[in-house]
């Protein structure tokens, strides 16, 4: 087998004393979903912040399909094909819901896909549908609910058509029939296929979830850190009975 | 007549369905009419004069909202590239003998380059730091106006160049029509796909990033643009007052931009253009009591800032019109369905 879909190397980072990332090293495929769980603090937005060059690695190396990514600019990421959600949302308050994912579709990598879908609200459209707000497209951003916000921000993320999709804390926010609702997009996701005028690759993804009973569903690895480094690596099954990731993240009771 | 009569026909429907159907765009429309059609009333010289430079500053202030309404990159030193237009106009004219329809678009295309000048260690700077920084290129740049004398004219300016053009009434129509086609041209740009994403970039810059948008280059597209027009205006400036002096690039000019523009209301581009309409004569106006001429500006601004905070037009705008809840389309505020999706308008 070639080169890892993403390959992870030794990467260290340090916000002043605090190790926020800590000699963290994991490979995975192009056919994966990975879980990435761990207490509150434990590095993984800013992990997910490295691989999108949101922020710069102290030290180590991050490959994405035999690329090295360190010190490219973010939009030059995405464009190679990496997507990823804000844990505490980002929208762009005060342009419609539609606006917000035009600026998605609009990005090089998305518009050199849909050639034969010369408009992009329409595309933009198809993956607010994918996500379940398509009725409020016109309304703007900041009237949105939490759970709403969130279903934008994975409207946004899959509009850039990407092979690997980074989701932070996807079910933050939302009620128990949205989140199975959203796993099953998901799912869905995963698969690949058309969802109207949008292409789905079925994108490899890292998802970060605190709601792992729903995680465990959908996932078919998890790795769990605790400041900052990996504890655990593994099935669901594996990491739920790990002494270690009990001790420090699940607690006596488990899942 | 048979062609010609169908052809106003349709002419006269697009005209109903498009303009007749809200009291904003009617409104554009009477604005156009009366500027276009102004010189059949009357041709008073001091009238045209006040019309000419009232339309050469709508430019400007419009340019600016462009960037730093739409865009969000606050800029204080706007006179900056007003400045460039004007000088640089000034000198093609008077020492390569460029004429006035020359060296006017190369003045834009000089301040395109100041803006890539200030666009880029501007880059990495947001808000207030933003704002300071681009306070100081015009005044740098006033430094080296006065360094060199010998070239500039130092404090007098560039002074002799070539009219606009023969006379006052084409000097009119020169600026009002160019006037209304490059305000166009803005509007339609901020209503374009790069419109959207200058508005994100002022949203969140970070979340452009992330959806894979190349956030330098729709920056210094902003401030190149935004340089272009305001360098345009600057231009026309020189060739009509036919001097270039120091006081295009002072801070109260970068400082009027903003009023003009904060007055009008920002992200509308109507907005700026109507308070120069506005504010321009009116302090002409005030001039009938020269020793409380500044004082009575300042109040009316501070007066209709205080009780229409997002400006004059959009607030204007928000009380004749009302926005279908469902479709998002606008309406005349007396109706009471949407036009289009015939929703019950609260
Ligand atoms: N920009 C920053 N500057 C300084 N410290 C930071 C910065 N970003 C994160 N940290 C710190 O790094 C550590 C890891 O934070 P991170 O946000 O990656 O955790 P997390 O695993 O995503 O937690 P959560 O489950 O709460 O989202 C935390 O202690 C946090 O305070
Ligand atoms: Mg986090």
Known sequence: ?????????????????????????????????????????????????????ILRPDSGS?????????????????????ACTFQNMRPFRRLPIIANVMVSCLCPRAMKRGEWVKRVEAKALDALEFAGISDMSLEKASTLSQGDLKRLEVARAIATEPELLILDEPFGGLSPAETDLM????????????FGRLHSEGPAMIIIEHKLQQLMKIVDRIIVLNYGIIIADGTPEEVVNDKEVVESYLGEGGI | MGILGVYLRKIYTLFRGEVLVLPSRIVVFLFFLVLLFL???????YLLRILILTSI??????????????????????????????????????????PPYGSIPLGGLAAVLAGLVIGIPCLRLRGTYLALTTLAFPIILMGIVFAIPGITGGELGVSGLSRLSSSRLYDYYITVVLMLGLCTIMWKITDSKTGIIFHAIREDELAVRTSGINVTRYKLLAFSLSGFFAGI???????????????????????????WAVFGGIVTIYGPVGAVFILFPLLEFFRFWPEFRMLLFAVVILLIL??????????????????????????????????VCVAPLD
């Open chain 1, 1 to 53: 087998m070639g080169q890892a879909f993403l390959e992870i190397d030794g990467l260290f980072k340090d916000f002043g004393g605090l190790r926020a990332v800590d000699n963290v090293s994991f490979s995975m495929n192009r056919d994966q979903i990975l879980g990435l769980i761990g207490p509150n603090g434990a590095g993984k937005t800013t992990l997910v912040r490295l691989i999108t060059g």
């Open chain 2, 57 to 98: 500053f709508a430019i400007l202030a419009a340019s600016w909202d462009l960037l730093s309404g739409y865009t969000g990159q606050m800029n204080f030193g706007h006179a900056l590239f007003f400045g460039v237009g004007a000088y640089t106009a000034a000198l093609l004219n008077l020492h390569a003998h460029i």
């Open chain 1, 183 to 194: 796993a099953k997009s998901i799912k869905r996701l995963h698969k690949g296929g058309r």
């Open chain 2, 39 to 45: 010189p059949v009333v009357t041709q008073d010289l």
């Open chain 2, 306 to 339: 205080l009780y229409m905070p997002n400006g004059i037009l959009p607030w204007v705008r928000d009380k004749i019109e009302k926005e279908c809840p469902r479709c998002k389309v606008r309406n005349v505020a007396t109706r009471k369905t949407c036009r």
């Open chain 2, 233 to 259: 205006s600057g231009g026309l400036y020189a060739h009509f007052m036919r001097i270039a002096g120091p006081s295009t690039l002072e801070v109260s000019m970068s400082f009027t931009v903003v009023i």
């Open chain 1, 62 to 82: 991050i490959r994405f399909k035999g690329k090295n990514v360190i010190g490219l600019k973010t939009w030059d990421i995405i464009n190679l094909g990496i």
